[in-house]
């Protein structure tokens, strides 16, 4: 496989519920990040790895658990949500978090609580 | 004020037709800038970077103006693919990328 994968592609949970998404990308990145992309707002930066180690947290809530084994994994660990949370939730790699790169995105999460 | 502003669309034009969209930034210690774009439902794709002296990819046109900051995306000869909601990315020297709302771009047959 190549790129970013991410699974899975849809996710419908309740508020009480425990579950958690998947990154994998291919492409020999250091860096990788989570976002969010609510229906009109633009991309909200969520978390950003680099080599494993957490770098930045964007101010996001604790019910939002990231998780980084190893520079080809990304995980997103998701409890107690609420409605609002219902998004399309991006993983992307680059190089490095460095500002010279653009991303590349998997197909992404699309999350809806109920 | 927003760190990141595009046009706010959405662009509707023929096919053939020359579309602009600007993006402007606050931030002036922003370093690079690029162009994605984005169909419907499905995740953001890098179009181009952006460089200080401008550049071209085929009929796409990218250019930089750090005094004014901002920066625009030309598209020539525009084709019904290039229907999509294109997204302008600024990163800051420690790495932090803002993007904008998103231009939509619809063309006609």
């Known amino acids: 496989e190549t790129g970013v994968t991410q699974t899975p592609r849809h996710l419908v949970m309740g508020m009480t519920n425990k579950k958690s998404l998947k990154c994998e990308q291919h492409?020999?990145?250091?860096?990788m990040y989570w976002y969010k992309q609510s229906a009109k707002k633009p991309l909200e930066l969520m978390f950003v790895y680099s080599l494993e180690e957490r770098v930045e947290n964007n101010s996001v809530p604790s019910r939002f658990s990231p998780e980084c084994p190893n520079s080809s994994h990304l995980f997103l660990h998701l409890h107690t949500l609420q409605p609002e949370d219902s998004a399309l939730y991006l993983c992307?790699?680059?190089?490095?978090?460095?500002?010279?790169?653009?991303?590349?995105f998997g197909s992404g999460t699309r999350l809806t609580v109920v | 004020r927003k760190e990141v502003e595009q046009d706010p669309g959405p662009f509707n034009v023929p096919e053939g037709a020359t579309v602009a969209f600007n993006c402007t930034y606050s931030?002036?210690?922003?370093?690079?800038f690029f162009w994605y774009r984005q169909d419907c439902r499905k995740e953001p794709k890098l179009l181009m970077s952006v460089y200080s002296s401008g550049n071209e990819d085929g009929r796409f046109t990218a250019q930089l103006n750090r005094a004014s900051q901002y920066i625009s995306l030309l598209i020539r000869d525009s084709k019904l693919s290039d229907s999509a909601t294109y997204l302008c990315v600024v990163n800051t020297n420690a790495g932090k990328s803002t993007f904008g709302d998103g231009t939509t771009l619809t063309v006609k047959p």
């Open positions: 492409l020999g990145h250091n860096a």
């Open positions: 992307a790699s680059s190089p490095t978090p460095g500002q010279g790169y653009g991303y590349t």
């Open positions: 931030n002036s210690a922003s370093q690079s």
